[in-house]
């Protein structure tokens, strides 16, 4: 889902409108599981509401730019007796 709305940014950085139903159809899923996306999306901070929607109109929506680095692996230590 992030990589869709990565595409859907213009290149100036200006918000972009989609609705539920949009971004659900766009990654091939049903409505409740693409909604789901794009507030995982919000709730981790990737996708900001730019503006929100009102009287059935979608809400707007910008890619934080730059997206922060993936947290680095965990180091998990070899089992004990495994080959190392």
Known sequence: MLWCMVELQPADGSAF???YRQA?????VGYALGAHAVLSL????????SRKGHAGRANEYRVLNP???????AQVP???????
């Open 24 to 28: 659900s159809e766009g990654i091939g």
């Open 42 to 49: 919000r709730a981790k901070r990737l996708l900001v509401v």
């Open 17 to 19: 409108a989609i609705t």
């Open 67 to 73: 997206l922060p680095a993936a947290p680095a692996a």
């Open 78 to 84: 070899p089992a004990e007796g495994g080959a190392a």
